[in-house]
């Protein structure tokens, strides 16, 4: 236990919890989660009861901080779990740290998971934000990712949220889609767009899909049975993306993710600003004092970790190492608004002179307006710059690996890089 928060850099004020279960594993899905099945039986809930207390037993053995201003409970499905088991999670939270008026509480939720009054449980005991991954309104499409919802699901589930909300139940829920996804067409993610747009959505989250390691997609693309877009297809569906919503009165505020006024998801804003948050569960990642610290991915291995003192070890106050420059104007550059480029180099050391070789790798993305410099900040242009930011990346990133090489750093490995969150 840390008995002097005020000490540390950066005191945290989030604080991620993963669940890791759900009915099954979607074929694109690399996440740190154990499949139930269809149906949950009374071998399943115990399991789930047993890492609920691996996970109540972190909480409750971590360092010290101020009250949280927002939680997010991801997966897996969390919403497969009862309002009960949801509730004590959440009083283990208040215990340890307080909740400060008005924090935003997310919860992941499925649309195959829950009904009206499974909803309500979870408003009940604490919840005021949702973040549903609908990802496809097409049955075929929803098939081949491997999702076990429908359409018919996802627009009732839609409906359940919308009300609640205007009853002032729920203060802001989002949807999540998947574009670039085999086969995908301008014209069937027009199609899916307009169907987003006409549920109402607050917020909507759009991510790329990514062909993770270890996943089926993988498998089939391997095979040559994968036929994703092409290059300039995908950024056609990202530029669509950005234009229509921001008609429909959307905010295009990071690179994935859009909202409507007052709507932006605050946790994960939190993520992209380069500030601390606790991270609890098997797979989760905590970042209390400017580096980041995953747990084990398997149910097993975090428990063995709780029992070693992993995390009073990991997370206790020290002096704190900032996150590496590159990963800071990374996630910088995510964000509409952008980063003080000059500013953030001072923070970590960086001269004028250090960074002249990465702006000469920029000059293209320059000279074509997808990064513009605006007094003191560098962001990227909407929509063009925000759909075809994977090249901007790209550079720092081989910039920031030649700088490291050749001043003999070791960069962490690939799985410890900075990735946005699955459903903000």
Aim: hydrophobic share 40%; with cysteine; glycine share 12%.
């Amino acid at each position: 236990m840390n008995p002097h928060p005020s000490r540390c850099r950066w005191p945290p004020r989030s604080a991620y919890l993963h669940i890791p279960f759900c009915h099954r594993r979607c074929f694109y899905c690399d996440f740190p989660v154990v499949p139930l099945g269809d149906h949950a039986d009374g071998e399943h809930s115990r399991s789930i009861a047993a890492y609920l207390e691996l996970l109540q037993a972190e909480i409750n053995g971590a360092p010290a901080g101020p009250p949280l201003s927002t939680v997010y409970v991801g997966g897996g499905t969390p919403s497969m779990l009862s309002p009960g088991q949801l509730r004590q999670l959440l009083q283990a939270l208040r215990r340890r740290y307080g909740l400060a008026p008005g924090a935003e509480v997310t919860l992941e939720m499925d649309p195959a998971s829950f009904d009206a009054e499974r909803l309500a449980g979870h408003l009940a005991a604490g919840v005021n934000r949702v973040s549903m991954g609908g990802q496809s309104f097409d049955d075929a499409v929803l098939e081949r990712l491997g999702r076990r919802h429908r359409r018919a699901d996802l627009l009732q589930a839609a409906g359940w949220l919308e009300a609640a909300r205007r009853r002032g139940e729920l203060a802001s829920w989002s949807l999540d889609l998947l574009q670039g996804l085999p086969g995908q067409t301008l014209e069937h993610w027009q199609a899916q767009l307009r169907q987003a747009i006409a549920l109402g959505p607050p917020h909507l989250s759009v991510y790329d899909l990514i062909v993770e390691p270890g996943t089926v997609f993988e498998r089939l693309e391997a095979r040559g049975q994968l036929d994703l877009p092409e290059p300039d297809l995908a950024a056609d569906l990202m530029e669509l993306t950005a234009r229509q919503l921001a008609a429909a009165g959307y905010g295009h505020y990071e690179i994935s993710n859009y909202a409507q006024p007052g709507h932006a998801s605050r946790h994960n804003r939190v993520y992209w600003s380069g500030a601390g948050w606790w991270g609890f569960g098997m797979g989760a990642t905590a970042a209390p004092w400017g580096s980041r610290q995953a747990r084990p991915r398997t149910r097993e291995a975090y428990g063995a970790w709780l029992r070693q003192g992993g995390a009073a070890a990991a997370e206790g106050c020290g002096p704190g190492e900032p996150m590496p420059f590159d990963e800071r104007l990374m996630v910088g550059l995510r964000r509409r608004e952008g980063v003080s480029l000059w500013a953030l180099a001072g923070e970590a050391g960086l001269t004028p002179a250090d960074l002249e070789p990465l702006l000469r790798r920029w000059q293209p993305a320059i000279e074509r307006g997808w990064l513009l410099r605006e007094g003191p900040r560098w962001r990227l242009s909407d929509p063009e710059g925000l759909a075809l930011s994977n090249g901007v990346l790209r550079e720092l990133l081989a910039w920031w690996d030649q700088r490291s090489d050749q001043r003999s750093v070791q960069r962490p490995g690939v799985g410890e890089r900075p990735a946005p969150p699955p459903s903000p």
